[in-house]
């Protein structure tokens, strides 16, 4: 085998090479006979190894990074969905439902029996880490308000517990988003409509700056009016939210077409 | 000139190069005694000069990054505002790495945050650590069954709840909050966990107001704080 060989890259002698040699082989007149010695064996010997890489190894390594390129400034898409991630099974069967919470009727999906499993909120995590990692996001928002079916002040949310691990581990800012009176100092707000009355979430002026990838994570999306009053906020504030990443969704609550053309993505779907 | 300089650069001898392994921080608690050449002291000095350098320049960057709004919630108040610390994800990562520096070989299994910007900073450690994270809340946002503990506020008492089954006897936990002001909060969230059995090695935050006591309201139990911060 040739050297270099092992290397998967083709080498080619070509006609420059020997040109090369010639002017090395000059210059070695200048030296002392025992270095002159060793510059012409090193000489001689790299003919063998990567001088001159042959056009095809050249126009191979640019496509690479065209296609590099691409993959960046694409949107996310949606990956391996036939087949399913096993870890997936671990969260889905961690979140505990609890009948008739807030009020009757409703089937409340509770995160906590997550949180105290450290490998399945590992998992989590790393799903969404591994999804976001490398994408040019500069920041996270994370939701503080829950937009149930009813407005019950206080079922508040869990997009804080998950936001912050995922922009330490992707090197983004985390943003609260929050109810109003909360956040000291300016803030914007963004009011939006429930099925019965109405909420408001507030961002601090200056969180973001103008032209910022942003995304918005949440623990659940339900009717999406969260979600949507968080993408508003931001928007306002001249960000562009790249995706929403939620833990759960209820599919029944049709939160996804309230999103329009923003992406979501989700871990595990609940009915 | 050249035999000086060669014998200034000299190579440890063997007994050198095994007083250095056996003192550095590998083994703090062997004591040996060298007689170390002066570069080898130098060398040892400069490390621990070095870390330390590290971690005060992470304080540093830390402090610089928290925003003190006036006058908030109430006049005369100074308001610690953390979310500036998480708009800087260097400072946001060196606050985190501090906790979990001092607590991953410490055998905690659950890291308790207290509602709500004690679940920005929990949750990270919880996971660096591979402990459980057990939310400590306000009434009535825990669905399930819960256990509750009331306590007394400047004016009047509020109450801190937590999951009834969340945290076994004989666990080891931190407790994690913000910001320690009175301790009226963090003394509550240490006497729920306590009546369920568990042990509460440490409370940790990231900022102390040290002119509001809180440290003695704790009394014995440890407190450990980034950042002392000073104006009420």
Excluded at chain 1, 201 to 218: N, S, Y
Aim: net charge positive; proline share 6%.
């Amino acid at each position: 085998m040739r050297k270099g060989e092992g290397l998967g890259i083709s080498y080619k002698r070509t006609n420059r090479t020997k040109c090369q040699h010639s002017v090395s082989l000059s210059i070695l007149s200048f030296l002392t006979p025992v270095s002159r010695l060793v510059c012409a064996l090193f000489i001689f010997s790299s003919s063998h190894t990567k001088l001159y890489p042959s056009s095809e190894t050249l126009e191979r390594e640019r496509e690479r990074e065209r296609e590099r390129e691409r993959e960046m400034a694409a949107p996310i898409e949606e990956k391996d969905q036939a087949t399913e991630d096993p870890r997936k099974e671990g969260i889905a069967s961690s979140i505990r439902v609890v009948p008739h919470v807030p009020k009757g009727g409703i089937m409340f999906q509770d995160i906590t029996p997550l949180l105290l499993d450290p490998k399945v909120f590992k998992d989590t995590v790393d799903l969404f880490i591994e999804r976001y990692t490398g994408k040019d996001i500069s920041a996270v928002a994370g939701t503080r308000c829950r937009a149930l079916r009813i407005v019950v002040e206080g079922i508040e949310a869990r997009g804080f517990i998950f936001g912050p691990p995922i922009a330490l581990a992707i090197g983004a800012k985390f943003i609260p988003l929050r109810k109003p009176r909360k956040l000291p100092g300016e803030v914007i707000s963004e009011e939006y409509v429930l099925e019965y009355g109405r909420d408001c979430l507030e961002m601090h002026v200056g969180a973001v700056q103008q032209g910022e990838h942003v995304l918005v994570v949440d623990d659940l999306i339900a009717t999406g009016g969260t979600l949507c009053a968080a993408i508003n906020l931001l928007e306002r504030a001249g960000a562009k939210v790249v995706e929403c990443a939620c833990v759960i969704e209820l599919r029944e609550l049709k939160g996804r077409e309230r999103l329009k053309d923003t992406p979501l993505y989700v871990l595990v779907e609940s009915n | 000139m050249l035999h000086t300089s060669l014998h200034c650069r000299s190579f440890p001898s063997p007994s050198h190069l095994r007083s250095l392994v056996l003192s550095s921080r590998l083994f703090p608690s062997v004591a040996v005694r060298t007689s170390p050449t002066l570069s080898l002291r130098r060398s040892r000095a400069n490390r621990s000069i070095a870390m330390a350098a590290t971690e005060d320049s992470r304080i540093k960057r830390i402090a610089s990054s928290i925003r003190v709004i006036p006058d908030w919630p109430k006049p005369g108040v100074m308001f610690q505002d953390i979310t500036t610390l998480l708009l800087d994800p260097q400072a946001f990562k060196d606050s985190i790495d501090l906790f979990v520096e001092r607590y991953k070989d410490k055998g905690i299994t659950v890291v308790a945050g207290v509602e709500a910007r004690g679940f920005i900073f929990g949750p990270p450690i919880a996971l660096a650590i591979g402990a459980k994270f057990v939310p400590m809340r306000k009434p009535n946002k825990l669905p399930g069954e819960v256990i509750s503990e009331e306590y007394s506020l400047e004016y009047g008492t509020d109450v801190m709840e937590m999951h009834v089954g969340a945290v076994q006897p004989g666990d080891r936990v931190l407790v994690i909050d913000d910001l320690i002001a009175t301790g009226g909060t963090l003394c509550a969230a240490i006497r729920l966990l306590e009546r369920v059995g568990a042990e509460v090695v440490e409370s940790a935050c990231v900022i102390e107001l040290p002119e509001l006591k809180g440290r003695e309201r704790l009394g014995d139990r440890p407190l450990f704080v980034l950042i002392k911060a000073k104006g009420v």
